[in-house]
């Protein structure tokens, strides 16, 4: 069979191991979550212990992201050219090494540049596990998988509230902070032992040459004993394919993915630091704040259970859209909220309005990328969109916090409601696409000449 029979083979046919694969192989959404939130939860204690002055906080907030910028580029390129398997294997090693390295950190400069290595592997692992996931579950199971980044972020955000709360309670000093690492460190190693009983993706095994290798994967996942053909060229892969997806004729849709991360970023990151320092500003006390976190992110995990059903009635463009509309106009009321119109007790319920639509559209933005995406240049691809994602929320990590400082929580409001407004308007018009009409099908990767 050709390289378009295999890749129509795999998606056609439902992978009997497909949960356990999308759980391992996008366990790097969990640490990149747990890394957001945690972190976040116990800022406090991080200051007082390491005492950052100036722009090292902002930095220190940031690093990861800063990391996982480079990451996701190179490691989407890495993942087309050696395999998803061995750099799903290398990356969750390197974040093992540093999230212990950061839990024993002695001054911010070593913290910071612990924390930029392990926000590369990050960065790179995501993109690596979305071009795994897609690339071993057929079409049928894209359905279910579909808000997996928006499952992760709110069930791992509830996870890290519990977390803190128990952490605060055993430790009750300011080193809370380091334990939120080396806990970290431990997921990592658990899911580094479950990764090695993975296979490599028959798709990319065919592309590279791997004919007998495609053959025993198939047979030993799918049970079928096909014969697999050699191509007429194998898929070559070189640094020319960081821009080659920029000259597939795909720019509307991919601006559509982009202008969704957008939203995803400053909603994501930097209002979901923006929450709990808002919090503080309105004299919330600490298990007050945490009681609200837990609420916010319940209501996160809701939106990512409709997210899937919406997509299969509304079609993507309207199920990404319509949530991330209605997300820009209660941003909107929070401004009104804090300019003394509305009460103040307005601000805890749209807040969850916020990222509850936040959860139901925009975060889906991993496999709205993937339903249109030519299989030779997966890697990269996903790599191109996280790397977006992450400077959008390095940009929001950095000047959040200064910003609401300078301005007030009032006209920061005003501010983020600007920014999701434009990725919205943005998203409005680049996503009226065939690809994300409502039963389109066809995948556009499927092409043998891709």
Same mark, same amino acid.
């Given at each position: ?9 795999? $998606? ?11 759980? +391992? %192989?996008? /366990? =790097? &959404? !969990? *640490? ?113 998988? $579909? ?11 509830? +996870? %890290?509230? /519990? =977390? &803190? !709360? *128990? ?130 992110? =319940? ?152």
């Amino acid at each position: 069979m050709d390289s378009g029979n295999v890749t129509e083979f795999v $998606y056609e046919h439902n992978n009997v191991k497909g949960i356990y694969m999308v759980f +391992i %192989a996008s /366990a =790097s &959404v !969990f *640490l990149d979550v747990w890394d957001l939130t945690a972190f976040g939860f116990v800022l406090t204690f991080f200051k007082a212990d390491l005492n950052p002055v100036g722009i090292f906080l902002g930095i220190s907030v940031a690093a990861a992201n800063i990391g996982a910028i480079a990451g996701a580029i190179l490691g989407g390129y890495l993942t087309d050219k050696f395999g998803r398997k061995r750099l799903l294997m290398y990356n969750m090693a390197i974040f093992i090494i540093f999230a212990f390295l950061i839990a024993v950190s002695t001054n911010i400069y070593e913290f910071i540049a612990f924390r930029v290595i392990m926000g590369f592997s990050i960065g790179s692992d995501v993109a690596t596990g979305f071009s795994y996931i897609y690339e071993y579950i057929s079409r049928g199971q894209r359905n279910h998988y $579909y808000s997996l980044w928006a499952y992760s972020f709110s069930v791992v955000g509830l +996870i %890290a509230v /519990a =977390s &803190v !709360f *128990l952490l605060y309670h055993a430790i009750n000093n300011d080193s809370v902070w380091r334990y939120i690492f080396v806990m970290g460190g431990i997921f990592a190693a658990i899911i580094l032992l479950l990764r090695s009983r993975m296979t490599e993706t028959p798709i990319w095994l065919y592309g590279s040459g791997k004919y007998k290798e495609t053959h025993d994967v198939i047979k030993n996942v799918y049970g079928k004993d096909m014969e697999v053909k050699p191509p007429k060229e194998k898929n070559t892969v070189s640094l020319k394919n960081l821009i080659a997806l920029f000259h597939r004729g795909l720019n509307r849709e991919l601006m559509f993915a982009f202008s969704l991360n957008g939203i995803v970023g400053f909603i994501g990151w930097g209002f979901a630091f923006y929450i709990t320092y808002m919090l503080v500003l309105l004299h919330f006390q600490f298990y007050q704040i945490l009681g609200a976190d837990a609420i916010i992110y =319940s209501f996160g995990f809701a939106g990512a259970v409709i997210s899937p059903i919406l997509a299969k009635h509304f079609g993507i463009y309207r199920a990404a859209v319509i949530p991330a509309i209605i997300a820009t106009m209660s941003i909107f009321a929070l401004f009104i909220t804090f300019s003394g119109i509305l009460p103040v007790y307005f601000v805890i319920p749209l807040s969850i309005i916020i990222i509850f639509m936040n959860y139901s559209g925009p975060m889906a933005y991993n496999a709205v990328l993937n339903g249109f995406i030519p299989t030779t240049l997966r890697g990269v691809g996903n790599g191109w969109n996280y790397m977006f994602n992450k400077i959008t929320e390095a940009v929001s990590g950095l000047t959040a916090g200064a910003i609401l400082v300078l301005v007030g929580l009032k006209f920061n409001t005003m501010i983020l409601f600007i920014i999701v407004l434009a990725f919205t308007l943005i998203a409005l018009y680049t996503g009226r696409t065939k690809y994300f009409k409502k039963n389109y099908v066809s995948d556009f990767q499927t092409s043998p000449d891709e």
